[in-house]
């Protein structure tokens, strides 16, 4: 079955970095694009970022772009999120989604002083 399990979350201070990363297993990872969402409490889920199956396009919503990268490694089966000039209102859960349906159970970002 479609696993993903995603980490790397955890709390840093506005301005750092953070690298996410979903392990992905259960489907031909190299066939499928891959996303990233967030959910802020008290808000609905929104996209990050989406990457093709073979990791030649990109894109993102307009508050990260310039800020997030999304890359893959079909060799490892992997989609990575690294999180650049974090600021407040990134604090979020942070998840994994393949094929519209398949969810990891998120991992906590929380950016704070």
């Known amino acids: 079955q479609v696993q993903l399990v995603e980490s790397g979350g955890g709390l840093v201070q506005p301005g750092g970095s953070l690298r996410l990363s979903c392990a992905a297993s259960?489907?031909?990872?190299?066939?499928?694009?891959m996303s990233w969402h967030r959910q802020a409490p008290g808000k609905e889920r929104e996209l990050v970022a989406r990457?093709?199956?073979?990791?030649?396009?990109?894109t993102y919503a307009d508050s990260m772009k310039g800020r997030f990268t999304i890359s893959r490694d079909n060799t490892k089966n992997t989609v990575y999120l690294q999180m650049n000039s974090l600021k407040p209102e990134d604090t979020a859960v942070y998840y994994c989604n393949t094929q519209s349906r398949y969810w990891g159970k998120g991992t906590l970002v929380t950016v704070s002083s």
């Open positions: 990457i093709t199956n073979s990791g030649g396009s990109t």
């Open positions: 259960g489907f031909t990872f190299s066939s499928y694009a």
